[in-house]
């Protein structure tokens, strides 16, 4: 099988509901998805996504995706794309770094491997297993009052796991913020407090040691991996790593250096399901707790995060947040992931199961061929 055409579109997705960041720095109003096709000789056609948490996130953006599928899509043409591993290096060579761009190139071919292979990519990333997969909420930083309501709304959709976003600024503030939500929580509920690297080191210990006495989680307290080390070293709560984490190098070097307990393992960020899957493995192997997602979606880099997240362990796993739950514009209506009570499973169709109607997604903004 070989790869004949590529055929790209961009896509925007407003949010239901304006997303206020940690330290609150930025509001943003939708997220901006990069959809490829892959069409083969062998009549088969492979779908993959690519979206940013909008630009301000992290070193990604839309546009990037689109100047960068500039650069790989020609090379992938005549291609095999089941020799996912080649396919990889073969980018790597090309187009060094930037991880985020390959990864709906990445995830089309997956989606290609399954159909060719006649099974989902949860069996292919290791087995679906039997426990569905937990979904978190992600909320907007606030007033206290009002990010406790928000737990309660979220509650009443099914969600028993919460990300709850924080202030940056006043440890006052942001104490108060964690005692109102988790004095919102019930029985089962599990919260995770989210920086997004908005405070200094001495800020998060100021926070994180008040509310000592919590069973809550902690998320990406500052910017950079030696400030979170250091933060580490000081306070009790657990916390997960994620925008420090882009590679199996950094997931390996936080383990080593005992950085962090979890990792926020997002797809988009990591380059793809390729590299995605490796640090799964280290992470199954070594004892490290995982959120599997991705950066954002339309619906299907949420299939491919899901996909990965059923074929994990479920002791392995802690939740995985569906983006396509918090912006308009599901770009596969009756197919995909939703929201089941909290919990949703892998698609059962072959390859990643989700293939968007192209006529619904406007004109294609680049083609590729031989
Ligand atoms: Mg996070």
């Not at 000789?41 to 839309?62: I, K, R, V």
């Not at 909320?139 to 202030?167: C, F, I, N, W």
């Not at 390859?351 to 294609?364: K, M, R, Y």
Request: aromatic share 6%.
């Amino acid at each position: 099988m070989r790869i004949v055409r590529i055929t790209v579109w961009r896509v925007a997705l407003p949010f239901h509901k304006p997303y206020v960041y940690s330290g609150g720095r930025r509001t943003l109003h939708q997220l901006d998805a990069v959809l490829v096709r892959l069409e083969t000789d062998a009549g088969l056609t492979g779908w993959g996504e690519g979206c940013p948490f909008g630009p301000t996130y992290a070193a990604a953006f839309a546009g990037g995706i689109e100047a960068g599928l500039a650069e790989l899509a020609p090379e992938l043409i005549g291609r095999d794309p089941c020799g996912i591993d080649a396919i990889n290096r073969q980018m790597d060579e090309r187009l060094p770094g930037h991880p985020y761009i390959k990864t709906a190139l990445d995830m089309a071919c997956w989606d290609l491997f399954g159909q060719a292979a006649e099974v989902p990519l949860a069996t292919l990333l290791g087995g679906r297993t039997q426990e569905p997969v937990q979904l978190q909420s992600s909320l907007s930083t606030g007033a206290p009052e009002a990010m406790a309501a928000d737990v309660q709304a979220a509650r009443a959709r099914g969600y028993r796991v919460h990300s709850s976003k924080l202030g940056g600024g006043d440890p006052a503030a942001d104490i108060a913020r964690v005692r109102a939500v988790a004095g919102s929580l019930q029985a089962g509920d599990s919260v995770t407090f989210d920086a997004n690297g908005a405070w200094l080191p001495d800020t998060a210990m100021l926070v994180m040691n008040a509310v000592r006495d919590l069973p809550v989680y902690f998320e990406q307290p500052c910017a950079s991996y030696e400030e979170c080390r250091t933060v580490r070293g000081a306070t009790v709560h657990p916390i997960i790593l994620d925008e420090s984490i882009d590679s199996l190098a950094d997931v390996v070097r936080a383990h080593r250096e005992g950085a962090c307990e979890l990792v926020g393992l997002k797809i988009g960020r990591v380059g793809g399901l390729t590299k995605a899957r490796r640090i799964r493995d280290f992470c199954v192997e070594f004892g490290l707790r995982l959120n599997i997602e991705d950066t954002g979606s339309g619906g299907l880099g949420d299939a491919a995060a899901v996909h990965l997240a059923h074929a994990t362990p479920r002791r392995q796993r802690r939740a995985t947040v569906l983006y396509t739950e918090m912006v308009a514009g599901y770009l596969a209506p009756g197919q995909g992931v939703v929201n089941d009570g909290g919990y949703t499973a892998a698609p059962t169709a072959l390859g990643l199961g989700v293939a968007p109607c192209a006529d619904a997604l406007g004109p294609p903004v680049a083609t590729y061929a031989g």
